[in-house]
């Protein structure tokens, strides 16, 4: 194999930002790291490329591998380059964020390797950088979301307006009004009420909606702003 000359090598891998949604809070999965350095301690799911795979590809082999999680929505958020991230080796990461509903995937989880949800809002100490990665995740993810259908990537097959509500609020750590968000939402044409509905939460009880997909998939990337003023607007 031809190498360019007087060039270190170095090594590349990548880690994965899980976000999960339980219906109640937004969460983050974490694991214990299996080996030393800070063996035991919490990091994200992560994994070195291997020679012949794509940044992608490891990404979503290390997902499969650790989790048994497949055909999630994921997403590039950064490289992270510092020279001193990793204590062993200068290591380069490119680091993905994960969209997933706990409640459909929970049974799936890998517990070799001691899985756990936290909420975005308290985390425990993660090794090496993963802090940082996490914080940028969680602003990319609310830039987005108000702008694109993102968050219902964390929602099951149906839901109510409520469980919506509580999901927008969970992910931008605030409280909508009621009347407003439902007319804003509504007003995008991307869901379809049914017939049934949720009684377990109210003696009224609340129409189940679903996502039309068609519709889902030619807007996802228009710009709908579901959320005003989580934006910055342009100059």
């Known amino acids: ?6 060039q270190k090598r170095f090594l590349l891998a990548v880690d994965c930002i899980i976000f999960g949604y339980d219906g109640q809070d937004l969460k983050l999965l974490v694991i214990q790291r299996s080996f030393e350095p800070f063996k035991g301690q919490w990091s994200l799911l992560g994994g070195f490329i291997n020679e012949q795979e794509s940044a992608e590809g490891a990404a979503v082999r290390v997902l499969k591998e650790l989790t048994g999680l497949d055909g999630v929505y994921m997403e590039q958020l950064n490289a992270f380059s510092g020279l001193d991230r990793d204590t062993v080796e200068r290591t380069i990461s490119i680091a993905y964020f994960a969209l997933i509903d706990i409640k459909k995937y929970k049974q799936q989880i890998n517990e070799d390797y001691h899985p756990a949800w936290f909420s975005i809002n308290e985390l425990p100490d993660l090794i090496f950088d993963h802090t940082k990665m996490v914080e940028l995740a969680k602003e990319k ?3 987005k979301a108000a702008l694109h259908p993102l968050l219902f990537e964390l929602l099951p097959d149906k839901f109510t307006m409520p469980q919506l509500q509580q999901l ?3 992910v931008y750590n605030t409280e909508f009004d009621k009347g ?3 007319r804003k939402l509504l007003s995008t044409k991307l869901l379809v009420k049914l ?6 939460n109210s003696k009224k009880g609340a129409f189940y909606f679903k996502v039309d997909t068609k519709k889902y998939s030619a807007s996802f990337n228009s710009f709908l702003n579901f959320v005003p003023g989580a934006v910055p607007k342009s100059s």
């Open 141 to 143: 993810l609310r830039y």
């Open 195 to 200: 017939k049934d509905k949720d009684k377990l």
């Open 1 to 6: 194999m031809r190498r360019y000359a007087q």
């Open 180 to 182: 407003n968000f439902n």
């Open 168 to 170: 927008y609020q969970a």
